[in-house]
Nanobody, 119 residues
Framework: QVQLVESGGGLVQPGGSLRLSCAAS????????MSWYRQAPGKQRELVAT???????SYADSVRGRFTISRDYAKNTAYLQMNSLKPEDTAVYYCYAEMRHGGVFDRYRGQGTQVTVSS
């Protein structure tokens, strides 16, 4: 069974930092991209950041310069370092990845982790 498990969410004050982790497990032969999305109550899902198999990264305008996505290829894990957090960053953060399992590429999503930015 292939799965993604996020961790690292929590409550933080404005201006603070958090680091999210997304660990892929199971019989995975390769991973293309890994991404972080977020969804706040009453808002549409937003693509926050993506990192490709080659290490290229992209960010939403709303987080560029504050968030950094990285990847540990040996551990099949992606990270999202979030600095200078704002109340509008409050959301459930989901990890997505395109992974090869059983000879077929498919997209997987984690269960999500809550990030709350509040004083």
């Amino acid at each position: 069974q292939v799965q993604l498990v996020e961790s690292g969410g929590g409550l933080v004050q404005p201006g603070g930092s958090l680091r999210l982790s997304c660990a892929a497990s199971g019989s995975i032969s390769s991973i293309n991209f890994m991404s972080w999305y977020r969804q706040a109550p009453g808002k549409q899902r937003e693509l926050v950041a993506t990192i490709t198999s080659g290490g290229s990264t992209s960010y939403a305008d709303s987080v560029r310069g504050r968030f950094t996505i990285s990847r540990d290829y040996a551990k099949n894990t992606a990270y999202l370092q979030m600095n200078s957090l704002k109340p509008e960053d409050t959301a459930v953060y989901y990890c997505y990845a395109e992974m090869r399992h059983g000879g077929v590429f498919d997209r997987y999503r984690g269960q999500g982790t809550q990030v709350t930015v509040s004083s």
